[in-house]
């Protein structure tokens, strides 16, 4: 394919709603990848790809050859010594320290318990204010600042705050809706573009050096109050988040590179846009979905009604989580149809021949499509646009089947894969339950419903809805 610059650019501004489902098509039609040679302008050729034996060749077998790149890593440069930009060399040794703290049994115990107080000190304040005065609220909005909130707490033991009665203006948000949209543009104009942008400070750059400032100066702040805690061990001892574990590791290893406020901020910046955007999008598309699909929402609430008291509850635990088996599928076979992450993108630091027989080599720049992934006929059948919660249970047994992540890339593939995969699921859970349990959302009809411009697939126009209280 020959595609001059002149013709991409509009089908990303102009049309990014359809920009998806147009390489979905594409890709459909190609024998699912296809290779874009660009103008001279750019000096890349682009290839596409949503075929497992390619994905598995470039983010398994061959992963040490596909990096993220120097492009990933200039449109992510606010984002300093964060982990997902090094080289995997580096990448590796860090990621033994950096994401160790998954693992401990005490970030998910105190993951869970801050899930709790959230729900109970602000979602369902926000959800009851909502509720009793018949407001309409966007839910992406509600999601977004639910999830900045909780994985601030989680990250730094501070919460900003965001998710109350009003939504009140939250500069940490703001910056990180800024910084999301900047990230977007970033992947998809010409570096030339967007740095004379950016020099110029006009257009969305110009926001950028803002953002930033309000990001750094904001976790700056936590990051030294937090030390100043554990430099007093007060009596919050055994409280546990990400900065105290860092602090503590780096102390028992006597790594002084590792206590540096750059590092540790580097750190939480990238645990708030990771752990943010993609749960809350992947909430909405979740309300949206079961809006549209009464049958599936029917069961969820059937099966929540079996495994939760008859009465307003608002703590569901670990053991009432893990029963929540269609809930679990249905938000599986969402992440199927809107991938928060629609593409993954590399490039490759040598010649190389894919699975297919496409040569690439450092001049490429390789897009996995998990979006067109996900609605492949010949991966999911030819029901694949269907959001059918069922295609995700065993068949006769009634536990959750696995999609090998080479044909199900929600989460990723290979060695970079998400290590938030399973908090993700932990608190999209905990949060779609306990609002389903005790509020029946309705979610008007009229609404136009289209992806956004911006990293994470989010909601272009939000998800308005009502909520009305179950228990009166
Ligand atoms: C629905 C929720 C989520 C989705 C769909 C998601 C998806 C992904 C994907 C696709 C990647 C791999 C990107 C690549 O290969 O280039 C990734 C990486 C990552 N995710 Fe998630 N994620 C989610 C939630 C979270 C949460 C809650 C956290 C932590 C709080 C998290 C932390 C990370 C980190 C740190 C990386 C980079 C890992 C590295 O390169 O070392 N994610 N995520």
């Avoid at 959230?118 to 509600?142: C, F, G, W």
């Avoid at 055994?238 to 860092?246: H, Q, T």
Wanted: with cysteine; hydrophobic share 40%; charged share 25%.
């Amino acid at each position: 394919w020959s595609w001059p610059l002149i013709k991409l650019m509009p089908t990303v501004f102009l049309k990014s709603h359809e920009l998806y489902d147009k390489i979905t098509q594409i890709l459909t039609e190609n024998n699912s990848t296809i290779l874009l040679k660009t103008s001279w302008f750019t000096k890349t050729d682009i290839l596409v790809t949503s075929d497992p034996a390619n994905v598995q060749h470039i983010l398994n077998s061959r992963y040490s050859i596909y990096q993220r790149g120097s492009e990933f890593r200039k449109a992510f440069d606010f984002f300093g010594d964060a982990i997902f930009l090094k080289d995997v060399q580096e990448w590796k040794e860090e990621k033994k320290f950096t994401h160790a703290f998954y693992k401990e049994n005490r970030f998910q115990k105190s993951s869970l318990k801050i899930i709790h107080q959230t729900l109970e000190k602000s979602l369902i304040p926000v959800l009851d204010h909502m509720s009793n005065q018949n407001q309409v609220l966007d839910l992406q909005i509600l999601f977004n600042r639910y999830m900045l909130d909780t994985t601030c707490l989680m990250a730094t033991g501070f919460d900003p705050g965001s998710l109350r009665i009003g939504f009140p203006k939250s500069p940490l948000l703001d910056a990180m809706d800024d910084m999301a949209e900047v990230v977007f543009r970033r992947h998809i104009l010409p570096e030339r573009v967007w740095k004379l942008q950016r020099w110029l400070r006009i257009g969305k750059e110009k926001k950028t050096a803002e953002a930033c400032n309000i990001l750094n100066q904001t976790i700056a702040d936590y990051v030294s109050k937090n030390q100043e805690l554990n430099a007093k061990k007060q009596e919050n001892g055994d409280e546990f988040d990400v900065l105290k574990f860092y602090l503590a590791e780096a102390t028992a290893k006597g790594s002084t590179k590792h206590t540096e406020t750059g590092f540790l901020a580097a750190n939480v910046m990238t645990l708030l846009y990771a752990g943010r955007d993609t749960s809350a999008a992947l909430l909405t598309w979740f309300f949206y979905l079961i809006s549209r699909n009464p049958f599936a929402e029917n069961k969820i609430l059937a099966e929540i009604r079996e495994n939760f008291p008859p009465r307003r509850h608002f703590f569901p635990n670990a053991q009432e989580l893990s029963k929540l088996v269609y809930l679990h599928c249905a938000l599986c076979e969402t992440l199927r149809l809107f991938p928060t992450t629609p593409v993954i993108i590399r490039e490759p630091i040598q010649e190389d021949v894919l699975p297919t027989g496409h040569k690439v080599d450092q001049t490429t720049k390789v897009i996995l499509c998990s979006y067109a992934m996900g609605r492949m006929p010949k991966i999911w059948g030819e029901d694949c646009k269907e959001f059918k919660p069922e295609r995700w249970i065993l068949p006769g047994k009634g536990g959750i089947k696995h999609v090998g992540s080479n044909s199900f890339l929600g989460f990723g593939s290979g060695p970079w894969a998400c290590p938030g995969k399973e908090l993700a699921f932990t608190r999209m859970k905990a949060v779609a339950a306990t609002i389903l349990h005790n509020f029946k959302v309705e979610v008007p009809e009229g609404q136009t419903i289209c992806p956004g411009v911006s990293a994470p697939l989010t909601l272009k126009h939000g998800l308005k809805a009502t909520v009305s209280s179950r228990w009166i």
